[in-house]
């Protein structure tokens, strides 16, 4: 009997309720049979059984009992402290962990969109026909590298025209000097009138503009031939390829032969709240700021960056600045237009008291956290707390450092309860039971 009931203690866990419970069935038991007596004795003809009696009598004992137990259980609570060895099954099973002093990193978090620093649709700057495809899809490629090869020979053929061309006009020119130095010499001893040597010099100069016309048209027609040869403009990853071999190009299409992405190194474009800005400008001034990207999640980092620019302007709509990192992106890790989560190394504090997140509870009246006290109890403390990050808590009131606190089994604490420090291996065994 005295088991079960210590195990209704136990479940209700309120010793005052249970305390008022059974002192009630108590007074209704005892109502109950002066009522059977009191009808027996105005009626003279009911008689109370041996079993009706022996329930009494159970009864009677049980709410003696338990009442016996309550009342020394609730004076071992209020009087003196509970002996932790002689009632070690009482102490409550947790985790524990150190306030430590050490370096904690000023991190602010957002969320951003991976941007190449160049992208690139390749066009055609000449009409013709492909001959040559040099590229696959996806394939990455580097600056040089030959891309698309349209057909040259009516290219070819336009340059040797002006260059035959400008042949024709040199040996006109030669003419031309020749008969000028002729004319040069007969005008004096009065063989050749003044004008026939005035038209002279003109057809000389005339001749020597033409042959700077002839130049020119060469140097365009080489230009049009070399632009029958598209190599790439930068080293970056190849798209979708939008043309095949024997398409005809032209020089006014829209759509483009193909987009090249540059991928090493990216830029990573993020928000920040408006607030954070004199921080951040004040910060970067003394040198370029680390930038951490993780998926979106938050699970896995993709890269570690540098931020190098903040927007000349705040977006009044929604109060923040963007913000550009750069990230070598050696793996490929970041993709362009991949949506991701950024973590701004703002500053580091050198001496922060530091505690695991964990041991940070929330109350009616804030903060607070459950200390191991001298004699081996959780003591509570109100806390004030900075910031919270990678699962370390910024302590700024409320905490010593080297004292231990709670970090798991919370729940089952009220201040003044005995503890039993369990190590790690000890939770992980009680888990897989």
């Not at 957002?110 to 690139?120: D, E, R």
């Not at 070399?226 to 071999?245: A, C, H, K, Q």
């Amino acid at each position: 009997m005295g088991a079960i009931l210590q195990s209704m203690a136990d479940r209700i866990g309120d010793t005052s309720t249970l305390l008022i419970a059974v002192l009630a069935f108590g007074v209704a038991a005892a109502l109950a049979a002066l009522a059977i007596k009191g009808c027996m004795a105005l009626f003279g003809h009911m008689r109370i059984s041996k079993s009706h009696t022996w329930w009494l009598a159970g009864g009677a004992a049980a709410v003696a009992y338990l009442g016996w137990q309550l009342l020394a259980g609730g004076a071992s609570q209020h009087g003196a402290p509970i002996d932790a060895q002689a009632h070690g099954a009482s102490r409550v099973p947790v985790h524990t962990g150190i306030v430590e002093r050490k370096p904690f990193p000023i991190v602010l978090n957002g969320l951003g969109t991976a941007q190449p620093l160049n992208i690139v649709t390749v066009r055609s700057r000449v009409d013709g026909q492909i001959d040559k495809v040099a590229f696959e899809e996806g394939q990455m490629v580097h600056e040089g590298d030959l891309l698309v090869q349209i057909d040259p020979a009516p290219f070819q053929a336009a340059l040797s025209q002006a260059i035959a061309k400008e042949a024709q006009d040199q040996a006109s020119y030669r003419n031309a000097q020749q008969d000028l130095q002729r004319t040069s010499v007969l005008v004096p001893q009065g063989n050749a009138t003044q004008q026939l040597l005035d038209q002279r010099v003109a057809q000389v100069a005339q001749l020597a503009a033409q042959l700077q016309a002839d130049q020119a048209a060469i140097e365009s027609a080489r230009v049009q031939l070399n632009y029958t040869t598209i190599r790439s403009p930068l080293t970056g990853r190849v798209g979708f390829r939008l043309i095949d071999r024997g398409n005809i190009v032209h020089a006014n299409d829209q759509n483009g032969m193909l987009t090249i992405t540059q991928l090493q190194p990216i830029s990573v474009v993020f928000t920040a709240p408006e607030q954070q800005l004199p921080e951040i400008s004040s910060a970067l001034r003394q040198g370029r700021l680390q930038v951490t990207a993780l998926t979106s999640d938050g699970r896995k980092v993709l890269g570690v960056g540098s931020l190098f620019l903040i927007d000349n302007q705040v977006d009044p709509a929604s109060g923040t600045i963007r913000l550009k990192a750069s990230f070598s992106n050696d793996d490929n890790a970041l993709w362009p237009g991949l949506s991701v989560a950024t973590r701004l190394l703002v500053k580091t504090l050198p001496d922060a008291t530091v505690v695991s997140d964990q041991a940070v509870q929330r109350g009616p009246n804030g903060l607070f956290a459950y200390v191991v006290a001298a004699d081996g109890t959780a003591q509570m403390r109100q806390l004030k707390v900075g910031r919270i990050e990678g699962g370390e808590a910024l302590v700024e009131n409320g905490l010593t450092v080297g004292e231990q606190a709670v970090t798991a089994g919370q729940y089952r604490l009220q201040p003044g309860a005995p503890l039993q420090i369990l190590k790690a291996a000890e939770g992980a065994a009680r888990k897989v039971e």
